[in-house]
């Protein structure tokens, strides 16, 4: 049990609170609970209210309670989960970000059977890393994560600066038709392009959710893209917002929250001050595209505290080991589009039927008992500069499972050197990835644009 520390307190009912009063949900998204016992996760099919237009029926959760809960872990502690699979195809589950054993890694045949229906998996590890991560199926990933099995983790940090609120927000999409129910997931035409948009797009499964937040006060704001397609550019409105984390790191130093773009995979964590007026709306949107889109709002509420972002200490940096670039070896990583529609293996695990895209012009043949070589052998403990480019005129969020890279260039613009598991690669751009090989075993990579890892754009590293 964490010590009831006043802190505490205010994290704890802050969190009900920007939750809603009344659901129950407060043990739900409270602190996180010491693993004595795993924490179950049960794939169930629910029905759910997404849209104005009735009831979605066959939509997936962990849980039959809608959304997949928020599973909260802490930094250095002992997890555990039991995967049960109550549908009616193989599952596996994917901890994003996390730097674990890579019999966790939730990979069917690469790190783990499949899970069949009424199986279980027990899922155990210990978490290196604070920040914001999430998890979803690694087997018919396109239909399961699009039909609602996408979920948020936060692993605390004891040390973190203390804030008056968080909220979490899961964003994805629904290829949904007018009458409020699933039409087919993708169109091979929009495959082999940017990927197929959903036509509903909700946060934490609602549209435009509005949550409370104390007037001038610091909330934390963590979001995680969990929607197989779509790529985000954030903007907020109406309130001071410092960007302190991406992708499950904290950023190396504070910056205002101007535009900022990530793809499928990405999160984002803000320190958003609120405005000093109860009532006072704060507006967090995507501005990618023609129409501007709200996320959520914020509302200030009660008398001010007058805080200021500049109050906040830093977040302790992950421990995640430095790369000597100097003995580095290089690894070439090329995206490309594939000739012709090589033969894909059909698979437990779900084919599309398709072949658009290939890495180092290799097209991943499907999840397999005896899957193809990987793209490099790595060398326990040494450094790697992968170097990435893509040749194709789509964006392409890049993620590599078990372990976390340094960004250290590009050659189209500035970046920051964001620790990281998911990049976001342009048109024409070549960028640079130093890692050091520290976690054994066979470690998947590849687009996070479900459409485009599913017909073709995964391959994986050994490290050993
Ligand atoms: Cu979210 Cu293979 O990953
Ligand atoms: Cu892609």
Redesign the pocket.
């Known amino acids: 049990m964490p010590a009831l520390t006043r802190r505490n307190l205010i994290k704890a009912s802050a969190v009900a609170a920007a939750y809603g009063a009344g659901i129950g949900l407060a043990g739900r998204f409270g602190t996180a609970k010491a693993a004595t016992e795993p924490l179950i996760l049960k794939t169930a099919k629910i029905k759910a209210g997404l849209t104005d237009a009735g009831v979605t029926k066959d939509v997936l959760s962990y849980g039959s309670e809608g959304m997949p809960p928020v599973v909260r872990m802490r930094k250095g502690e002992a997890f555990a989960a039991r995967l049960v699979n109550g549908i009616d195809d193989p599952t596996t589950v ?1 901890w ?1 970000g996390l730097r674990i054993p890579n019999r966790m890694d939730g990979v069917p045949f690469l790190t783990q059977p499949y899970v069949y229906t009424g199986d279980k998996f027990d899922y155990a590890f210990t978490p290196p890393d604070a920040g914001t991560f999430w998890y ?1 199926p ?1 087997c018919n990933t396109l239909t399961q994560m699009g039909h609602g099995l996408t979920g948020v983790i936060v692993v605390e940090n004891p040390n973190d600066p203390a804030f008056d609120a968080e909220v979490v927000l899961n964003l994805r999409d629904w290829r949904l038709g007018g009458d409020g129910q699933f039409i087919d997931q993708f169109r091979p035409r929009d495959a082999a392009k940017a990927g197929t948009y959903g036509t509903v797009r909700t946060t934490n499964w609602k549209q435009q959710p509005q949550y409370d937040a104390p007037a001038g006060g610091l909330l934390r704001v963590r979001i995680a893209i969990t929607d197989v397609t779509r790529v985000h550019t954030f903007k907020l409105d109406g309130g001071e917002a410092a960007v302190i984390a991406i992708d499950g790191n904290p950023v190396p130093s504070r910056f205002a929250l101007d535009v900022l773009t990530l793809g499928p ?1 990405q999160r984002l964590e803000l320190a958003v001050r609120m405005p000093d007026s109860e009532g006072a709306v704060v507006t967090l949107s995507d501005v990618r595209g023609t129409t501007p889109k709200t996320l959520a709002t914020f509302r200030a509420v009660g008398t001010s505290l007058k805080r200021a972002i500049g109050d906040l200490g830093p977040l302790e940096t992950n421990p995640v080991a430095k790369v000597d670039v100097g003995s580095a070896q290089h690894i070439p990583l090329t995206l490309s589009a594939t000739a012709e529609n090589a033969p894909v293996h059909d698979s437990v695990c779900g084919s599309l039927g398709y072949s658009f895209w290939a890495i180092n012009k290799v097209t991943w043949g499907g999840d397999q008992p005896d899957p193809m070589a990987p793209l490099a052998e790595l060398k326990l403990g040494k450094s790697y500069v992968i170097d990435m480019e893509n040749l194709t005129p789509h964006l392409h969020p890049i ?1 590599l ?1 078990g372990m976390s890279f340094v960004v250290l260039s590009s050659s189209t613009r500035t970046v920051l050197p964001l620790i990281s598991d998911t990049y976001l690669i342009e048109p024409n751009e070549k960028v640079q990835l130093g890692l050091v090989a520290d976690n054994p075993g066979d470690w ?1 990579l ?1 687009c ?1 644009i479900i459409e485009h890892q599913k017909t073709g754009m995964t391959s994986y590293l050994r490290v050993a």
């Open positions: 994917h994003h979803h690694h995979g993620h499972h998947v590849h996070h």
